[in-house]
Nanobody, 124 residues
Framework: QVQLVEAAGGSVQAGGSLRLSCTASRRTFSSYAMGWFRQAPGKEREFVAA????????YYTDSVKGRFTISKDNAKNTVYLQMNNLKPEDTAVYYCAATPRSGAYNTGDKYDYWGQGTQVTVTS
């Protein structure tokens, strides 16, 4: 069992930056690939970014490429999502997720464990 705890998100003006973090309870954190998903009001959950178990590969949805960076610190059991040049359409609840499997990281069903979610609000 893996528990994922997300730090608080926040509110920022368009063009600003935020960094999300998610810490896992399990010491074998390096055995898990990590993903970030988000869900805006009235919309379905969508994939944002993912990183492979050792952090060697990263994946992004097109709308965040060049603005968001996912990283993983296995020594701290923590995954980060650095979000720059934020836009109002990035407003959502953001969830981190963990999977011991490889591939298809943009599919929510692939993940076994989920954080509680954290609100990110971007104002224009």
């Amino acid at each position: 069992q893996v528990q994922l705890v997300e730090a608080a998100g926040g509110s920022v003006q368009a063009g600003g930056s935020l960094r999300l973090s998610c810490t896992a309870s399990r010491r074998t954190f390096s055995s898990y690939a990590m993903g970030w998903f988000r869900q805006a009001p009235g919309k379905e959950r969508e994939f944002v970014a993912a990183i492979s178990r050792l952090g060697l590969s990263t994946y992004y949805t097109d709308s965040v490429k060049g603005r968001f960076t996912i990283s993983k610190d296995n020594a701290k059991n923590t995954v980060y999502l650095q979000m720059n040049n934020l836009k109002p359409e990035d407003t959502a609840v953001y969830y981190c997720a963990a999977t011991p499997r490889s591939g298809a990281y943009n599919t929510g069903d692939k993940y076994d464990y989920w954080g509680q979610g954290t609100q990110v609000t971007v104002t224009s």
